[in-house]
């Protein structure tokens, strides 16, 4: 059974920094593409940023380039989100995504492998 686990999430102020994880089990995790969405209250899931399964392809959303940094340990199963310099329209449940096709994660989302049950970041003004 897949399992995708996110923590990491809670409240911080506004130009604070988190740093999400997302342990990974039940899949060959080195070879699935990585990806992580976000929903904010009353607004549809958005991609965030996805990362090749080599960790040698990178793609990020207009809104957190050059704030979100996301990395991967093939050897822990488990990707990341740094996250700095946060703003509160960055509040939202943030969720992780498993996919064999890297195209998936960033244009298609609705046929992404598998799915966390995602962490809550809050961003206080």
């Known amino acids: 059974q897949v399992q995708l686990v996110e923590s990491g999430g809670g409240l911080v102020q506004t130009g604070g920094s988190l740093r999400l994880s997302c342990a990974a089990s039940?899949?060959?995790?080195?070879?699935?593409?990585m990806g992580w969405f976000r929903q904010a209250p009353g607004k549809e899931r958005e991609f965030v940023a996805v990362?090749?399964?080599?960790?040698?392809?990178?793609y990020y959303a207009g809104s957190v380039k050059g704030r979100y940094a996301i990395s991967r340990d093939n050897a822990k199963n488990t990707v990341y989100l740094q996250m700095n310099s946060l703003k509160p329209e960055d509040t939202a449940v943030y969720y992780c995504?498993?996919?064999?096709?890297?195209?998936?994660?960033?244009?298609?989302?609705?046929?992404?492998?598998?799915w966390g049950k995602g962490t809550l970041v809050t961003v206080s003004s």
């Open positions: 039940g899949l060959s995790f080195s070879v699935y593409n």
């Open positions: 995504a498993a996919d064999l096709d890297y195209s998936d994660l960033h244009k298609s989302p609705a046929g992404v492998d598998y």
């Open positions: 990362i090749s399964w080599s960790g040698g392809a990178v």
